[in-house]
């Protein structure tokens, strides 16, 4: 099975951006430790990451002819985009959201999501371990779907 990793705007500069917040794991680090535990559980990865919401909403139709399941952390887009949350409510399989920091810790404009009206599983405060957690639990539900 084929699981979509997606990032969204500023995830880049990870690693160099507010490290105190986000930690100083670069997204390539990210990248390497899903792709890693993707082989063990036997998932195929596409991992990507964009500044711009057309990108990840064409990655997530793209996800619809192919993929069994989304991991997506929206970045700054989870608390804008109507444009996401319509894209991933036409994907019809489990979708994961992820944020490394806790975002019900901080400003109160993070703490509504447009995504999470649609995701199976929202993760955050786990720093970039969350992205493994959330692959761990499409795998999960993957399984549990095809018995
Ligand atoms: C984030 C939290 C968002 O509020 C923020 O805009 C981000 C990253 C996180 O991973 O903690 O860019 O999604």
């Known amino acids: 099975h084929l699981v979509y990793v997606l990032n969204g705007p500023n995830l880049n500069l990870l690693g160099k ?3 105190h917040i986000y930690g100083h794991e670069t997204l390539a680090d990210v990248e390497r430790d899903c792709r890693a535990l993707a082989t063990e559980l036997g998932l195929d990865l596409r ?3 964009s500044n711009r ?3 990840l909403i064409d990655w997530i139709h793209e996800a619809r002819e192919t993929a069994g399941g ?4 929206p970045a ?11 894209a991933l409510n036409a994907f019809d399989a ?19 999501s ?17 992205y493994l957690l959330a692959l761990r639990r499409v795998a999960r539900l ?4 095809n018995t």
């Open 17 to 19: 951006r507010q490290p």
């Open 47 to 49: 991992f990507h990451q």
């Open 53 to 55: 919401e057309y990108e």
């Open 70 to 73: 989304i991991v997506i952390n």
């Open 76 to 86: 700054a887009f989870t608390h804008t985009s109507v444009a996401i949350l319509d």
């Open 94 to 112: 489990p979708v994961i959201e992820v944020h490394i920091s806790n975002v019900h810790k901080r400003e109160e404009f993070r703490h509504h």
């Open 114 to 130: 447009f995504v999470s009206r649609r995701a199976d599983g929202v993760i955050a405060g786990f720093g970039t371990q969350g």
């Open 142 to 145: 993957i399984a549990e779907k």
